[in-house]
């Protein structure tokens, strides 16, 4: 690092002060419950349901597809934090390889993706509703109901408040009833006894074709309900040993989610009554799937369950949710994209303050004109699989990096990054098209608001010319709008001009030609400004 490094560099003084006072107390179960516990929140009451209506029974090939296109996500990241271990890493990791454009519109994007810990807390209040109507009416929360939301958030920030250790420990708790709950429905469900020919009767396996499996990944909410996986990551700068705990962490989270979530599709399928399935799967409607499923089948006992435990999960989930967007907003502060003011880390406890802060209020700023699940996460669940995107960028960028200047790395790789970074940035980018056009015609021009926001924030700071910084990053400018224009043109909710399979090939093709344009970007911006992989700490 230079000797007398700029206010704004990457590894300003102040950075490296504070990233020091983080506390490196997290070990292998814990960072595992806390990956496993971010996944496995409101959305399996959920998906299940949402993905039979799709797909029919061959939604459970779209649970398998999910979770193996998350493990490849998963590694690119998993490289990531494993040589590079920072708090807040998925925010800093694209600054750090394709400079100050691309940090800030992710780092916008994960600002905006606040709202998903506001959707956990919104289904909380969902479900608390069968015991006080009062919280929720028409698919929105009342003002009753957004003053307990409010009230909520404020106790998940307190108890996020006082040490990494304590978090830790609070969230094993609640990740063992999240784990708990789901197989004794499966197992109850499944005892209460199932109709034969299920996977083949009422339409067949694929009674809306195979293409429904690529619909169900969004539309089917399947795609949010295994989001999440990257949280181990977040905490890579508090684990002991993050090269070998934060992979296996990552992977073991994803494996175990995908075992879960297939018990309960399959057990979903086989013990609906077949008197509800006179219209076939479209036809099956439950406001509280499981506890309504569990009401009509006479498990009166796991009804009850049920309805606890939908308060239960999604709050486990905001509660992770909760800690990682306070390291998001550390790592933003660090980036300059907010002031340094919130990068404080408290030294008694080693935890942000400042930032739990700023997110409990952009929590209620959320809650406040949506209201609705629903409405949360049509929105803000394509903010995450940008993220994705751009890590799978930057470790294709570091590996360039590193071959062009002569450095050889070994520990921490993981095998197949070669070829799995391209795919993996495909793949989120075909997960952002399949959301489809209704929600990608609000979600994507949102992120790109980060753009004009990086030009406002970059004045005075004298860094690199404002045409070297919208070069470097303009790869990214292009794909969104790419993806916004492919997504008008499409068939999913688009205009139909590009027929399917015709517009997922599309994508793809698009995504593979940005991916090189953004490695070769990366890497020259790396020759221009090799000061900004100082600040990745040493391996």
Known sequence: MPPNPPPDSYAAPAVVVEEHRLRKELGFWGLTAIGFSNILGSGWLFAAMYAAQTAGPAALLSWIAAGALCALVALVMVELGATRPEGGGTVRWPLYASGRLVGTVIGWSVLLSVGGTAAEISAIMQYAAHYLPGLYDEGRLTAAGVGVAVALSAVLTALNWFAVRMFARLNNLVSVFKVVVPVVTVVALFLSGTHSGRLTDHGGFAPYGYAACLTALAGGGIVYSVNGFQAPLDFSGEARDPRRTVPAAVLTGIGLAVLVYLGLQLAFLFTVPDSLLGDGWHGVDFESPFGQL????????????????????????????????????????????????????????????????????????????????????????????????????????????????????????????????????????????????????????????????????????????????????????CHLAALTLLSWLGSFGGSGRLPAPYDSVAVAAVALAVFGWAVRSGASQLRTVPDGLAAVPPV
């Open 294 to 477: 569990a009401l009509v089948l006479n498990l009166h006992w796991l009804a009850t369950l049920l309805y606890a435990d939908a308060v239960i999960s999604p709050g486990g989930s905001a509660y992770v949710g909760v800690a990682i967007d306070a390291r998001h907003t550390y790592a933003l502060a660090k980036n300059g994209l907010l002031p340094r003011f919130f990068m404080r880390i408290d030294p008694r406890s080693g935890m942000a303050h400042r930032a739990l802060v700023l997110n409990l209020l952009v929590i209620v700023v959320f809650l406040l004109p949506f209201g609705g699940w629903q409405d949360i996460v049509s929105v803000m669940g394509d903010m995450y699989l940008l993220i994705y995107a751009a890590s799978a960028v930057a470790v294709a960028v570091f590996r360039t990096h590193d071959r062009e200047s002569g450095t050889v790395r070994t520990e921490g790789r993981s095998p197949g990054v070669r070829w799995i970074a391209p795919v993996s940035f495909i793949v989120s980018s075909e997960f952002v098209y399949w959301s489809g056009w209704h929600d990608l015609r609000l979600a994507l021009p949102l992120v790109l608001a980060g753009v004009p926001l990086h030009l406002l924030q970059r004045r005075g700071t004298g860094g690199a010319p404002a045409r070297v910084e919208l070069r470097h990053g303009a790869w990214l400018v």
